[in-house]
């Protein structure tokens, strides 16, 4: 950071940290894209990806199985047929959809 990149690239940036630091680097990775920084940043945390990412690609077992903004993605992915419960679909939710995969299989 002391040579001012003009990309960032992160990978699981904030695994293993508490909530409060966790969002104390959601707030400086935020300033930092307003002064104009990329950021490539790579998150199994899909709320992370939904706050801090202005285009997200999901990708399973190699292969791109989505890429857009998260309106784009959610609009695309999010109907009601992959949702099980009645509320707004998130990230995860798609995630999970897309992928097809369960902890049993």
């Not at 960032?8 to 909530?19: F, M, V």
């Not at 857009?68 to 695309?76: T, V």
């Not at 707004?88 to 959809?97: C, G, S, Y």
């Amino acid at each position: 950071m002391l040579n001012r990149p003009r990309i960032l690239l992160l990978d699981e940036p904030t695994t293993g940290l508490d909530p409060n630091s966790r969002r104390e680097l959601w707030a400086l990775l935020m300033a930092l894209k307003k002064e104009g920084l990329t950021l490539i940043l790579t998150t199994h945390y899909m709320e992370e990806a939904e706050v801090l990412c202005d285009r997200i690609v999901m990708i399973n077992q190699g292969r791109i199985i989505a890429d857009g903004s998260l309106e784009a993605i959610l609009s695309q992915y999010g109907g009601t047929e992959m949702i099980v419960e009645r509320r707004k679909a998130t990230l995860e939710d798609v995630f999970i959809a897309l992928s097809g995969r369960r902890l049993t299989e």
